[in-house]
């Protein structure tokens, strides 16, 4: 059973516009959630994360939102650009534990068109 | 060179085979990790080293053999695997075991025939 969910597999946005990437989680242990993103023949490259104590961190173009109480996040790009295109990884961990685990969603693909 | 890199970046290999792939980290970082990303598919944690001691082993068939001579270094052996096994392993990095963002090499690309 999947414990961190991206439902959309892939998203389509204009150049300039709003990207929303959702990603919804089933383990209320989870405390601590990132974002990576991820070029094709490349690692995933961190983006940016979020502690449980906060619902929303912002850093530049990249805002991430948290709703505990519905286990559901997002990652909002604003404007979109076309170097934005990539797949975008959900991941979600319970820290404090021996090892950070980090579960991973199973990718959105975000397509930026010029 | 900086970052997590990972070498080869490509294999092809029989079934009969043994390989070995190498993960090097730049970082000061203590913990690695590898991970298995098969098409369609979440990564998949394998193993978790941290100060040189593996803390998990999620559940990966011994045909895949982790080794971690130092805080730097990290190497996934690898005998007599099969054709599903075929995947993008990733090898990462973290400062700690526990709680640090953790940081990706680019994959090593494995085909088994």
């Known amino acids: 059973d999947q414990q961190v969910k991206q439902n959309s597999p892939s998203l389509s946005v204009q150049e300039g516009r709003i990207s929303i990437l959702n990603c919804d989680y089933t383990n209320s242990m989870f405390d601590y959630f990132l974002w990576y993103k991820k070029y094709p023949a490349e690692g995933p490259t961190f983006l940016i994360s979020i502690s449980s104590i906060k619902d929303k961190n912002e850093d530049g173009r990249f805002t991430v939102f948290l709703n505990k109480s519905a286990k559901h996040l997002s990652l909002h790009i604003v404007p979109s650009q076309p170097g934005d295109s990539a797949v975008y990884f959900c991941a979600a961990s319970a820290r404090g534990g021996a090892t950070n685990k980090l579960i991973f969603g199973t990718g959105t693909l975000l397509a930026v068109q010029p | 060179e900086t970052g997590v890199t990972q070498t080869p970046r490509h294999l092809v290999m029989g079934m009969t085979n043994k390989k070995s792939l190498k993960c090097e980290q730049h970082l000061g970082h203590n913990a690695m990790y590898w991970y298995k990303q098969s098409a369609k598919k979440p990564l998949e944690l394998m193993f978790v080293y941290s100060l040189e001691e593996r803390v998990e082993n999620n559940s990966v068939p011994s045909r895949f053999s982790p080794e971690c001579p130092n805080s730097s270094h990290l190497f996934l052996h690898l005998h007599t695997l099969q054709p599903e096994d075929s995947a993008l392993y990733l090898c990462?990095?973290?400062?700690?075991?526990?709680?640090?963002?953790?940081?990706f090499g680019p994959g090593t690309r494995l085909t088994v025939l």
């Open positions: 990462a990095s973290s400062r700690s075991g526990s709680t640090d963002t953790q940081y």
